[in-house]
Structures are given as structure tokens and as C-alpha cells.
């Protein structure tokens, strides 16, 4: 059994309570206490999963019971948090995106290595059983090479609720707009069945839709190293919100995740469907999806330190996004591609 710290209970933490308390009930995991600097979360947050929880941070950082912390506080405190978390021995679950910054970003996942723990992002979309089985496919070659690729983010986020939330939009807390606060979701797993990003050539901007500092809209070109293209669409003025769609063309299939479903069009006649149990969301309430996604993150997470591996969609696979959307934001501001490195 693993014991397990929280640091922060704000809205974001649904999801990994719901699974770490079906893991707890199972006798996979004990959480020791869950901290948030504000009474009423930690109150709400006991009441409503069982919980112990703490107002003292230190507590979680020097328990030697503590194996690993999940770290679910806005991106702009990432690095800090986790740099004192990685310092005390413990693993880092860390929530999407690493950081603010992919400096910054970069730092998280130096610091964790050189203090030799592991780290794990929370990008859940790579554990829906439609992903899963379309990883698997594609290791055992049965989509053959894949020609061309897309990622298509047509969410909608509204401004009452959503963006009017104190530092919601903004760089200082978020990093950036549609690409790395939502779409990095989706970003990683196109990336995760890609060889390297080589080009792109985008254009980003903000629509009249919303009064935000960051992009909420994105439509992009992309090379890959060895060839194949690759298209970025990315927005949240797209009401009322619709699943998130990879798409990839192969010489010997076509596969298409639509939300938490799998389809895949043989080119010998076959069809294959997987997933179509799970819920995703892509409208005005960004929690309104299965927590099935987050259960299998941190099972494998778990799993990567029983068994002293990496776990998957680590930090430094996590990079391969950010690194992505610098060269997108770039490109769109100067008007020319990118080469990514």
C-alpha cells in the first residue's frame, strides 16, 4: 500500500479523490491528509470523499509515511511546490501543464530527477480505453505508417463562469490559452503516436468571443521527421462545445478518437470500435467527464513506483507539448514556420 499526500482541494481535485478513494477502498492506496491554505476547501473536501485533512503544509513534506504527493494547484505554483515536494524524497503527481513556462516546465522535471523521484503528469486523455487501444494497434503495426495526423479541440468555455474567475486567461496564472491550458490534453496524446514535431506554421489569436489576455483560438500546419502532416485546430469559442478528436491516416487503416470513442476503418474490410463507455466533456463545465481517465493516470503511476519504471506520459514526454505549442505561438506571432529542434 501506498501512502499518498495532496496539495491543493480547489476544483480541480474531483477526479483524483473519486480514484484515490475506489484505490483506498481496494486496500492500493491510504491518503494521509490533503492540505489547502483555505478552511472551507479542506472542510468540503473531508465531507464529501473522507479524507483527513491539514492546514500545514509541512506536515505532508516531513511525514516518512508519505511515498508520493499529488500536486493539484493552478500551473504558476508548480515549480515552487514541486521542488519542495521532490527535496522531501517523495513522487510527484503533477496536474497538466508542468508549469507557466517550458523554462519553467523544464525545471520541474530536472529538479525531480536530480533529487531521483518520479514524475508523472496528469494528462489523462492517453488512459481513455480508446487511446489505450489505439496504442496498442499502432505498436503491433496493424495502422501500418501514418501519413497524416490531427488534433481538434472545439470546446467552448464561457466568459460568466469561466474566464471572469479571478486569473483565468491570464499568462500570470495560466501560461497561455487554448493550447496549453485545455488543448494540451489532446496535443499529448497526437504527440504520444508521432515520431518528433520538425515544422510548423500556425496562426493563434483571441477572438471577440471572450476578454482574455491569451489565445482561445488556434489553427495549425504541422511536419513531422519523417514526413507526414499534421493539422492543429484548436478553440474554446466553439459553442456549445463538442468532444476533442485525434485522427490519424495510416497505409493500412484510418483511426478516429471522437471524445472516449475509438473507430478504426481497415483497409481490409474490418471495423473496430472501443471505448464507448466512457464520458468526456467539451462544454461549459470542464469536470463534466468519467474519472476513469484519472484512475488509470494514477494506476499507473502507482504501478511505476512499485516497480521502480518510468510512468507513462512522464515529464519529460510532457515537454514534447510544451515545446510544441512554444513553436505554434511563435510562428503564429512572427508569421513564418518554425523549425522545432
Known amino acids: 500500500m501506498l501512502r499518498i499526500g495532496i496539495i491543493g482541494l480547489g476544483t480541480g481535485i474531483k477526479p483524483h479523490a473519486l480514484s484515490l478513494r475506489e484505490l483506498a477502498d481496494e486496500g492500493r492506496v491510504e491518503v494521509c491528509a490533503g492540505y489547502s491554505r483555505t478552511a472551507a476547501r479542506r472542510d468540503a473536501f473531508r465531507a464529501a470523499y473522507g479524507f483527513p485533512v491539514t492546514d500545514d503544509l509541512e506536515a505532508i513534506l516531513n511525514d516518512p509515511a508519505i511515498d508520493a504527493v499529488f500536486v493539484v494547484t493552478p500551473a504558476n505554483t508548480h515549480l515552487e511546490i514541486t521542488r519542495l515536494v521532490a527535496a522531501a524524497g517523495k513522487h510527484v503527481l503533477l496536474e497538466k501543464p508542468l ?5 519553467k516546465a523544464e ?4 529538479v525531480c530527477r536530480e533529487a531521483g523521484v518520479k514524475l508523472a503528469i496528469m494528462v489523462q486523455n492517453r488512459f481513455k480505453i480508446a487511446a489505450l487501444t489505439l496504442r496498442d494497434l499502432i505498436d503491433g503495426g496493424e495502422i501500418g505508417r501514418v501519413v497524416k495526423a490531427g488534433a481538434y479541440i472545439p470546446l467552448w468555455r464561457p466568459q460568466a463562469g469561466y474566464y471572469d474567475q479571478p486569473g483565468r486567461g491570464t499568462f500570470a496564472q495560466d501560461g497561455g490559452g487554448v493550447l496549453i491550458t485545455q488543448g494540451i490534453h489532446t496535443l499529448d496524446l497526437l504527440l504520444s503516436y508521432m ?49 476533442e478528436r485525434v485522427e490519424l491516416v495510416g497505409e493500412l487503416a484510418t483511426a478516429f478518437i471522437d471524445g472516449a470513442h475509438l473507430r478504426v476503418c481497415f483497409k481490409d474490410g474490418r471495423e473496430l470500435v472501443a471505448g464507448t463507455e466512457e464520458e468526456v466533456a467539451g462544454g461549459a463545465d470542464p469536470m463534466a467527464f468519467s ?11 502507482l504501478d511505476a513506483i512499485e516497480n521502480d519504471r518510468r510512468p507513462r506520459a512522464s515529464g519529460e514526454d510532457v515537454l514534447r507539448a510544451h515545446r510544441l505549442i512554444d513553436a505554434l505561438l511563435l510562428s503564429s506571432r512572427e508569421r513564418r514556420p518554425v523549425a522545432l529542434a
Open 195 to 243: 515520431p518528433p514535431v520538425a515544422e510548423v506554421t500556425a496562426f493563434a489569436g483571441t477572438t471577440p468571443v471572450h476578454a482574455i489576455e491569451v489565445e482561445d483560438v488556434c489553427g495549425a500546419a504541422l511536419r513531422f521527421a519523417d514526413g507526414a502532416i499534421g493539422v492543429v485546430d484548436a478553440t474554446t469559442a466553439c459553442y456549445p462545445g463538442l468532444p
Open 291 to 301: 474519472h476513469s481517465f484519472h484512475r488509470r493516470r494514477i494506476e499507473d503511476f
Open 107 to 110: 525545471q520541474v522535471v530536472r
Open 99 to 103: 508549469e507557466v513556462s517550458t523554462d
